[in-house]
């Protein structure tokens, strides 16, 4: 069972740029897709990222409200996922999680994934 541990998440302001990482212990982590998640106070927990690859394929997907701003990557060799969020806005304001799910579908879906990292927060001023 892969077991999930975020960083990164911080306090800063509107444009600014932080990386989350979610590092991974477990042999098979390769094998899973991973994916990043937010929730903020009082909101559903929402889909923000998610990456996956088989060989020399990759295949990531975003949320709207994310995409070009937001970055997934993943290091297999460090067991290690990040994401890369620039141009942050108040509204990124949330507590982000990783995921992880077996085998190779970037779903936008929640309870697709388990299991769950403890949550990093990220709060963006105005």
């Known amino acids: 069972q892969v077991q999930l541990v975020e960083s990164g998440g911080g306090l800063v302001e509107a444009g600014g740029s932080l990386r989350l990482s979610c590092a991974a212990s477990g042999r098979t982590f390769s094998t899973y897709a991973m994916g990043w998640f937010r929730q903020a106070p009082g909101k559903e927990r929402e889909f923000v990222a998610a990456?996956?690859?088989?060989?020399?394929?990759?295949?990531?997907n975003y949320a709207d409200s994310v995409k070009d701003r937001f970055t997934i990557s993943r290091d297999n060799a460090k067991n290690t996922v990040y994401l890369q969020m620039n141009s942050l806005k108040p509204e990124d304001t949330a507590v982000y999680y990783c995921?992880?799910?077996?085998?190779?579908?970037?779903?936008?879906?929640?309870?697709?994934?388990?299991?769950w990292g403890q949550g990093t927060q990220v709060s963006v001023s105005s």
């Open positions: 995921a992880a799910r077996a085998g190779f579908g970037v779903t936008v879906v929640a309870n697709s994934y388990d299991p």
């Open positions: 990456i996956s690859w088989a060989g020399s394929l990759t295949i990531t």
